[in-house]
């Protein structure tokens, strides 16, 4: 089995765990010499951080660099840019498959190659995460030529543990529709986002949505159920000798609902550092901003810049107790490097996750609906803050509250992670059910 796992975002630390999540996935569904390759929005300085793994480019947005397309899209204010990319893909897939012997312009480039594995590949996915909405109109309208290009080739994708929706009524969301009717699977990650994308097939059609299912994050695959149980077993022996150590992730944000954005973040960063005093002066902790998105200058997110924002509302006095940890990860590092916490304030989803995989308890810090559905399966919907609505003294009230029930928290984290890892393990199984066949026809699902 080729298989191609699309539109990925190596350089943000929750999509890279995400891959080496679905990379676990897709080799225990179709065998240990199942060849994966990313197709990522920057496969070149992937490359570089994740050596292990093959990158090759994301078509589109490699053609959307060059300076014709840039070109079109300023004279025709965007309104032929996408049309233009998907007959620049289309065309070069024509030459590379049935004019193999026409040396055109462009044959050695980075599309070329990329669009020669999508013609080898046996199946096509589309990296799971939170980018199928409204709310993201650009991240929907970049990736259609993508699948569109997939529906050409008759490997249309599949799309990997997903928050989709809600969805807009215009002409790129029609698009979808059609995209998502045709795909043969479809997971999601909880039952609004299966609702959501019920209804936008339904409103283009009639057409069949048994393709979706319900599964839980696949980074929950990760979840480590040894070191769960020595950290059960450890949590029970008392170690007055060794302060609790804290893991704070913060990220930038902007968007505040009512509030104005300096407003916003100004609460923002006042209740995350009321919190790290209070358990610095009160429980005698360490704690470290650390994060999922740090440490690769190519990025256009560096939480640790964020976190200096939060360190100038800390008090003098408690300032040599906190450490801002800049360092780049990959996802087997981060998670050896959340071992050593006991407790872990996060506003990143896929550092909660990346924290419970480890059985470290989480404060969540939601600035999207996929954070609140998380806990509210963990039963620790009460833990919930959202970031739109933070105040620096009832944040420092549920901190505290926090800390002196981690008997219960810990508890209720640890069963509700090994039910996740459970739902998200289910995938293999949903897999081998729907493409049987295709381990053993190579080429069947392109036929």
């Given at each position: 089995m080729k298989i191609?796992?699309?539109?990925?975002?190596?350089?943000?630390?929750?999509?890279?765990?995400?891959?080496?999540?679905?990379?676990?996935?897709?080799?225990?569904?179709?065998?240990?010499?199942?060849?994966?390759?990313?197709?990522?929005?920057?496969a070149q300085v992937a490359e570089w951080h994740y050596p292990e793994n093959t990158f090759i480019c994301f078509p589109s947005a490699q053609i959307r660099k060059s300076r014709s397309v840039r070109l079109v899209n300023r004279l025709t204010k965007g309104r032929l840019e996408f049309a233009l990319i998907y007959s620049v893909l289309i065309t070069t897939i024509f030459l590379e498959r049935y004019l193999k012997w026409l040396k055109y312009p462009g044959r050695g480039g980075a599309v070329a190659r990329a669009l020669r594995e999508y013609i080898a590949a046996d199946l096509i996915v589309s990296t799971g995460g939170t980018y199928l909405s409204k709310k993201h109109p650009g991240s929907v309208a970049v990736r259609l030529p993508e699948y569109e290009r997939d529906i050409y080739l008759g490997k249309p994708p599949i799309f990997f543990t997903q928050s989709m929706g809600p969805f807009g009524d215009d002409r790129v969301f029609r698009r979808l529709a059609g995209v998502l009717r045709k795909s043969p699977l479809i997971l999601v990650r909880d039952g609004q986002s299966?609702?959501?994308?019920?209804?936008?097939?339904?409103?283009?059609?009639?057409?069949?949505?048994?393709?979706?299912?319900?599964?839980?994050?696949?980074?929950f695959v990760l979840t480590d159920q040894d070191k769960i149980e020595r950290r059960r077993a450890a949590s029970r022996v008392a170690r007055p000798e060794r302060r609790p150590r804290i893991a704070v992730s913060v990220r930038r944000w902007t968007d505040f609902g009512v509030r104005d954005s300096e407003v916003g973040r100004?609460?923002?960063?006042?209740?995350?550092?009321?919190?790290?005093?209070?358990?610095?002066?009160?429980?005698g902790a360490e704690v470290t901003f650390i994060s999922t998105c740090q440490g690769i200058p190519e990025y256009h997110f560096n939480d640790s810049n964020t976190a200096r924002d939060v360190w100038m509302y800390l008090p003098d006095h408690v300032r040599n107790s906190v450490v801002i940890d800049s360092q780049f990860r990959d996802t087997e590092?981060?998670?050896?490097?959340?071992?050593?916490?006991?407790?872990?304030?996060?506003?990143r989803m896929h550092?909660?996750?990346?924290?419970?995989?480890?059985?470290?308890?989480?404060?969540?810090?939601?600035?999207?609906?996929?954070?609140?559905?998380?806990?509210?399966s963990l039963d620790l919907e009460e833990y919930v803050t959202f970031i739109d609505k933070i105040e620096p003294d009832s944040f420092r009230n549920l901190v505290e509250r926090w800390w002196q029930n981690q008997e219960s928290i810990t508890e209720r984290s640890w069963r509700g992670t090994l039910a996740l890892r459970d739902s998200a393990l289910s995938t293999v199984g949903i897999l081998k059910n729907r493409f049987a066949q295709a381990e053993s026809q190579s080429g069947a699902v392109s036929s």
């Open positions: 191609i796992v699309e539109t990925t975002v190596f350089l943000n630390g929750g999509d890279a765990a995400i891959q080496v999540a679905t990379k676990n996935i897709l080799t225990a569904a179709f065998g240990d010499d199942t060849e994966v390759v990313f197709a990522d929005m920057d299966m609702a959501f994308a019920k209804g936008l097939i339904g409103e283009t059609g009639s057409g069949d949505t048994g393709n979706i299912e319900e599964v839980a994050d696949s980074v100004a609460k923002y960063h006042q209740s995350v550092a009321r919190a790290a005093a209070w358990l610095v002066e009160e429980v590092t981060l998670l050896r490097k959340i071992d050593e916490f006991d407790g872990a304030i996060c506003t550092m909660c996750i990346l924290s419970l995989c480890r059985g470290v308890p989480v404060l969540p810090i939601c600035y999207e609906r996929k954070t609140a559905d998380l806990f509210r």
